[in-house]
C-alpha cells in the first residue's frame, strides 16, 4: 500500500528494500507481530551493523544497514495492512532513526578518526536532508489525500488513535521534537512557501529522495564496502549543497508556474 494515490507517485531512490518490505508485511499480516515489533527489529539489525562497523567487518554491517532499511520500511506497511496507524509507532520509529543515525556516525568517526567537529557537522547535514525529504513528502502526502499519520507541523501531541494510550503518544511526542524540533524549524525557515503553494513534481521529488534515509544508507553502506570509509563524512557534509539546489528549483517552477501566458 502506497503513502500516495497511483497518480501522485514517484519513483522514490531511497524506497528500495519496499518490495521485500510488502512481502515481509503480507507474511506477518496474520500473526500476532506487530508493527511495533518490526521497528525493534530494526533497531536490532541497526545495532548490529554499528557493531561490524566497529570491528571493521564491512560487508556485514552493509548487509544490516540495507536489512534496516528494510525493516524500516516494512513496519508501516504492516500498519497499513492490519489497519493500524498510529502516531506511537510513527514517533517512535523518527526516534530510533535519528538515534542510530548517531551512532553510526560516531562509529564511522572513531573507526576512520575523523575530527571529532566534521562528524557532528556530517549528523547535522544528514538530518538536515532527511528533513527536507521529509517536508516534501508530507505537503505531498495531505495535498492528495495520501497517509497522514505525519504532519507538516509537529506543534502540538495530537490525538492518540483507537488502541494507544494519550500518555504514550505524548511522551514520545516530547521526544520527537527534541530530537526534531531544531532540524524541522531551519528547514521550514529556508522553504516556508512550499506549504502554501509549493508544486513539487515527480521527477523533483525523485531527486529530493537522495535525501532519504534508506538512500544515505546505501551510500554508507557502498563507501564502506569499497573502503571509501574515510570520506563519508566529509561526503555528507558536502552533499548538503544540494539542499539550496532542490529549494531554488522547487521555487523557480513555482514562480514559472505563477507567470501569465
Same mark, same amino acid.
Given at each position: 500500500?502506497?503513502?500516495?494515490? #497511483?497518480?501522485?507517485?514517484?519513483?522514490?531512490?531511497?524506497?528500495?528494500?519496499?518490495?521485500?518490505?510488502?512481502?515481509?508485511?503480507? $507474511?506477518?499480516?496474520?500473526?500476532?507481530?506487530?508493527? +511495533? !515489533?518490526?521497528?525493534?527489529?530494526? +533497531?536490532?539489525?541497526?545495532?548490529?551493523?554499528?557493531?561490524?562497523?566497529?570491528?571493521?567487518?564491512?560487508?556485514?554491517?552493509?548487509?544490516? %544497514?540495507? $536489512?534496516?532499511? @528494510?525493516?524500516?520500511?516494512? !513496519?508501516?506497511?504492516?500498519?497499513?495492512?492490519?489497519?493500524?496507524?498510529?502516531?506511537?509507532?510513527?514517533?517512535?520509529?523518527?526516534?530510533?532513526?535519528?538515534?542510530?543515525?548517531?551512532?553510526?556516525?560516531?562509529?564511522?568517526?572513531?573507526?576512520?578518526?575523523?575530527?571529532? &567537529?566534521?562528524?557532528?557537522?556530517?549528523?547535522?547535514? @544528514?538530518?538536515?536532508?532527511?528533513?527536507?525529504?521529509?517536508?516534501?513528502?508530507?505537503?505531498?502526502?495531505? #495535498?492528495?489525500?495520501?497517509?497522514?499519520?505525519?504532519? +507538516?507541523?509537529?506543534?502540538?501531541?495530537?490525538?492518540? *488513535?483507537?488502541?494507544?494510550?494519550?500518555?504514550?503518544?505524548?511522551?514520545?511526542? #516530547?521526544?520527537?521534537?527534541?530530537?526534531?524540533?531544531?532540524? =524541522?524549524?531551519?528547514?521550514?525557515?529556508? =522553504?516556508? #512557501?512550499?506549504?502554501?503553494?509549493?508544486?513539487?513534481?515527480?521527477?523533483? *521529488?525523485?531527486?529530493?529522495?537522495?535525501?532519504?534515509?534508506?538512500?544515505?544508507?546505501?551510500?554508507?553502506?557502498? *563507501? %564502506?564496502?569499497? =573502503?571509501?570509509?574515510?570520506?563519508?563524512?566529509?561526503?555528507?557534509?558536502?552533499?548538503? &549543497?544540494? @539542499?539550496? +539546489?532542490? *529549494?531554488? %528549483?522547487?521555487?523557480? @517552477?513555482?514562480?514559472?508556474?505563477?507567470?501569465? &501566458?
Amino acid at each position: 500500500m502506497s503513502k500516495l494515490p #497511483k497518480e501522485n507517485q514517484f519513483f522514490d531512490l531511497s524506497d528500495y528494500g519496499r518490495p521485500i518490505a510488502k512481502i515481509i508485511a503480507n $507474511l506477518l499480516k496474520n500473526t500476532s507481530v506487530t508493527p +511495533i !515489533d518490526v521497528t525493534i527489529s530494526f +533497531i536490532i539489525s541497526g545495532l548490529v551493523a554499528i557493531f561490524c562497523i566497529l570491528n571493521q567487518q564491512y560487508w556485514a554491517a552493509a548487509f544490516f %544497514l540495507v $536489512l534496516k532499511s @528494510i525493516l524500516d520500511a516494512a !513496519d508501516g506497511e504492516l500498519a497499513r495492512l492490519k489497519n493500524t496507524p498510529s502516531y506511537t509507532g510513527r514517533y517512535f520509529d523518527s526516534i530510533a532513526d535519528i538515534l542510530l543515525n548517531l551512532l553510526i556516525i560516531l562509529a564511522i568517526w572513531h573507526v576512520y578518526q575523523s575530527p571529532f &567537529l566534521l562528524a557532528v557537522l556530517a549528523f547535522i547535514a @544528514i538530518q538536515l536532508q532527511g528533513t527536507l525529504y521529509n517536508y516534501y513528502y508530507v505537503i505531498l502526502r495531505n #495535498k492528495h489525500n495520501g497517509d497522514t499519520t505525519s504532519r +507538516i507541523f509537529e506543534n502540538e501531541a495530537p490525538k492518540a *488513535m483507537n488502541g494507544e494510550k494519550q500518555s504514550t503518544v505524548d511522551s514520545l511526542f #516530547k521526544l520527537y521534537q527534541l530530537c526534531y524540533g531544531t532540524f =524541522d524549524k531551519v528547514i521550514y525557515w529556508l =522553504d516556508s #512557501k512550499a506549504v502554501e503553494n509549493g508544486k513539487l513534481p515527480n521527477w523533483l *521529488m525523485t531527486a529530493v529522495s537522495s535525501f532519504g534515509l534508506g538512500f544515505q544508507l546505501l551510500i554508507i553502506a557502498l *563507501m %564502506l564496502v569499497l =573502503d571509501f570509509g574515510h570520506f563519508i563524512i566529509p561526503f555528507f557534509i558536502g552533499y548538503s &549543497l544540494l @539542499i539550496f +539546489i532542490f *529549494m531554488g %528549483l522547487r521555487k523557480s @517552477i513555482n514562480q514559472f508556474s505563477q507567470q501569465p &501566458l
